[in-house]
């Protein structure tokens, strides 16, 4: 069985050797460029199945060569982010990042990331191919329907374009409207892997929820902030 290949974009070298061998050691094909121009080239040529994204870069940023790679591709993207800002600009800015580690961080840690990553895109490439048969699992509340199968959400008949997160932290709302769910609660509900993520990361995720929605509609505001509980879901605001 060929092994799955795996690109890193990184320039700092001790990192970067650090990351590959660990790679390496749980099995992955690793591929590696120092520059953001370079990884490009490479993802094109390469097509690898996962990339690692360094968000300090020397040419280009992360985040201009996340949103290249998005013109015309779905692979899954991992950033390696150095400091607060930049993780919030991973989290709030609609760069179609699937998840990101900050640095310093456990090459066991990062391998495991890659491992759950994959084994959701496969998931979720293996609904897609059963879609064609099966209608369209339909939640509807308000003005709002959730095609749960298809991870799509409308406002009104619109695409809400929601990342991951925010369809899923939707979908929990929208089960249960009216009931208040804490930060924990939500992350436990709905992040693969709560224990890693920040208490900021769904505040991140609401506000980009809520950009959404207004984009759609100023006025419509569902979501209701409780303050020192958390968040709820308001099926007729
Ligand atoms: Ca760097």
Same mark, same amino acid.
Do not use: N
């Given at each position: 069985?060929?092994?799955?290949? =795996?690109?890193?974009?990184?320039?700092?070298?001790?990192?970067?050797?650090? =990351?590959?061998?660990?790679?390496?050691?749980?099995?992955?094909?690793?591929?590696?460029?120092?520059?953001?121009?370079?990884?490009?080239?490479?993802?094109?040529?390469?097509? *690898?199945?996962?990339?690692? +994204?360094?968000?300090?870069? @020397?040419?280009?940023? #992360?985040?201009?060569?996340?949103?290249?790679? /998005?013109?015309?591709?779905?692979?899954?993207?991992?950033?390696?982010?150095? &400091?607060? #800002?930049?993780?919030? /600009? =991973?989290v709030g800015?609609?760069? #179609?990042?699937?998840?990101? $580690?900050?640095?310093?961080?456990? @090459?066991?840690?990062?391998?495991? /990331?890659?491992?759950?990553?994959?084994? &959701?895109?496969? &998931?979720?490439?293996?609904?897609?191919?059963?879609?064609?048969?099966? @209608? *369209?699992? $339909?939640?509807? %509340?308000?003005?709002?329907?959730? +095609?749960?199968?298809?991870?799509?959400?409308?406002?009104?008949?619109?695409?809400?374009?929601?990342?991951?997160?925010?369809?899923?932290?939707?979908? $929990?709302?929208?089960?249960?409207?009216?009931?208040?769910?804490?930060r924990?609660?939500?992350?436990?509900? =709905?992040?693969?892997? @709560?224990?890693?993520?920040l208490d900021r990361t769904v505040d991140a995720h609401i506000k980009?929820?809520?950009?959404?929605?207004?984009?759609?509609?100023?006025?419509?505001?569902?979501? %209701?902030t409780? /303050?020192?509980?958390?968040y709820?879901?308001?099926?007729?605001?």
């Open positions: 069985m060929s092994r799955t290949l =795996v690109l890193l974009i990184e320039d700092e070298p001790a990192i970067a050797e650090t =990351v590959l061998y660990a790679l390496e050691s749980a099995g992955f094909e690793p591929i590696h460029a120092g520059t953001g121009e370079a990884g490009l080239a490479l993802f094109r040529e390469r097509d *690898p199945a996962i990339i690692i +994204l360094d968000v300090g870069l @020397p040419d280009l940023t #992360g985040f201009e060569v996340c949103r290249e790679i /998005r013109r015309g591709s779905e692979v899954p993207v991992l950033f390696l982010t150095a &400091r607060d #800002g930049e993780i919030d /600009r =991973v800015l609609e760069l #179609g990042a699937d998840d990101y $580690v900050v640095k310093p961080f456990s @090459p066991r840690e990062l391998t495991a /990331r890659v491992g759950a990553i994959l084994r &959701r895109s496969k &998931r979720s490439v293996a609904a897609e191919d059963t879609m064609a048969a099966a @209608p *369209p699992e $339909v939640m509807r %509340k308000g003005r709002l329907e959730l +095609l749960t199968d298809r991870y799509q959400a409308r406002l009104d008949g619109a695409d809400l374009g929601l990342s991951r997160y925010e369809f899923g932290m939707l979908k $929990v709302f929208l089960s249960h409207p009216g009931r208040v769910y804490s924990d609660q939500l992350m436990d509900l =709905v992040w693969d892997e @709560p224990e890693a993520a980009t929820l809520r950009k959404k929605m207004h984009a759609i509609d100023p006025a419509y505001d569902p979501v %209701k409780h /303050r020192g509980l958390g709820s879901f308001d099926e007729h605001p």
